[in-house]
């Protein structure tokens, strides 16, 4: 099975959804908006520099979908995705998925922010194949953590190992498009790595190593960096 794996934020979105989210929950009132949007900006500002601490995010990401009802989340999940992130949406990200899927790869979207928010998201695109933190649900609702590893730096390649390891096949011959540094452990991981719009340790990392650097954000191709 040859993969075409793909980061959703600031990869295949020209922004980060995780982050927009708890912008437009604030925005909505459903959580306090000024203390929430502190905290939503401190932590992406941690995750840029390398620094996150997953857990302490997850809590803090997770708990919205604890403290409301599953049937007004779905609705303002719908309008989410048609308002903040449909125009986010790539024109060049749309056609390097459909040039990998033409030749018989099989693309997947690897991704920290959690399964709620990303589902949608993924099916913008028309990727089937979906691995992202998944919340906890009991008696119908979310509990406000998380089930299993998240899907964040290394724990992205045990989410890999174990979808492969389901299908009984081996990675092989497989490409990982990120923006990230998080994303440098399985970027090392994978046969092609290439440097999505990176961040500059990305950036630099890509150059030291000849990784191909990318741009999705001039115009309905993807486009060298260098």
């Known amino acids: 099975m040859r993969l075409a794996i793909f980061d959703l934020d600031n990869t295949l979105l020209g922004g980060d959804s995780d982050h927009l989210w708890g912008r437009f929950l604030a925005e909505l009132g459903v959580v306090d908006g000024e203390r929430y949007e502190r905290a939503n900006e401190r932590?992406?500002?941690?995750?840029?520099?390398?620094?996150?601490?997953?857990?302490?995010?997850?809590?803090?990401?997770?708990?919205?979908?604890?403290?409301?009802?599953?049937?007004?989340?779905?609705a303002w999940r719908r309008r989410f995705v048609e308002e903040r992130i449909r125009p986010l949406v790539l024109p060049a990200a749309r056609q390097l998925v459909e040039t990998h899927r033409a030749r018989g790869d099989v693309p997947l979207i690897i991704?920290?922010?959690?399964?709620?928010v990303t589902e949608p998201i993924a099916a913008l695109f028309g990727i089937e194949e979906l691995l992202a933190t998944e919340p906890e649900h009991a008696n119908g609702r979310y509990t406000g953590r998380h089930r299993g590893t998240p899907t964040f730096r290394e724990g992205k390649i045990h989410a890999l190992e174990a979808w492969l390891a389901e299908r009984d096949e081996p990675l092989e011959a497989s490409t990982f498009y990120s923006d990230s540094r998080n994303d440098l452990p399985l970027l090392e991981r994978v046969d092609r790595p290439v440097a999505v719009d990176p961040d500059p340790v990305l950036a630099e990392t890509a150059r030291h190593r000849g990784w191909p650097r990318i741009t999705l954000r001039a115009g309905i191709d993807p486009q060298p960096l260098d």
Do not use: K, Q, S, V
């Open 43 to 74: 932590y992406l500002r941690e995750y840029e520099r390398g620094e996150l601490d997953i857990d302490e995010f997850l809590a803090f990401a997770l708990r919205p979908l604890a403290e409301n009802a599953p049937e007004d989340l779905e």
């Open 111 to 116: 991704t920290a922010t959690n399964r709620f």
